[in-house]
């Protein structure tokens, strides 16, 4: 079940991160996510994953744990799970190997929880509808990829109740 924390999530992450230093939200207002760039998000979470299945540490504090996943403050989030990713020797390397930085594995992943996260709300009829632009394209970009999108969330460890 989502709660009302993951709701705000959503609201603030339909289409929203995009590569500045620091993020901000400004710059995460216009990410749309797209098929060859989730073609490289699955590459690397499939990298990550088998990292994690031997890492007890990443086991025990996932990356994509409810304090990501409901964080109240999107900035933090980024900076929080670009920083894990960033600093993990063996998950920089994995990120290397599927040619993708930190910083736009963690773009892309936080652009499609919260699209993932509003297409939930709006076929739950919690939402009638997404803001034109961006928000709207990355639902459109969910709704047609579902199950390869909620397959790669589950395989990524994203902790969604």
Do not use: C
Request: hydrophobic share 50%; glycine share 6%.
């Amino acid at each position: 079940m989502l709660t009302s924390t993951a709701f705000g999530l959503a609201i603030a992450l339909i289409g929203l991160i995009g590569p500045t230093q620091p993020p901000d939200r400004q710059a995460l207002a216009g990410y749309r996510l797209t098929p060859a760039v989730f073609a490289t998000f699955q590459h690397a979470s499939r990298e990550i994953a088998t990292i994690v299945g031997r890492d007890a540490s990443l086991r025990s504090a996932p990356l994509f744990s409810q304090d990501i996943v409901q964080a109240a403050d999107l900035v933090e989030a980024a900076t929080q799970l670009e920083a894990r990713l960033t600093e993990h020797v063996e998950l920089a390397a994995a990120l290397r190997t599927a040619k993708v930085t930190p910083r736009d594995y963690t773009i892309f992943a936080l652009s499609l929880l919260g699209a993932r996260l509003a297409f939930g709300f709006v076929e739950a009829g919690t939402l009638r509808s997404v803001p034109a632009g961006a928000a709207a394209d990355n639902v459109t970009f969910v709704r047609a990829h579902r199950a390869a999108v909620d397959e790669v969330l589950t395989l990524a460890g994203v902790e969604m109740k």
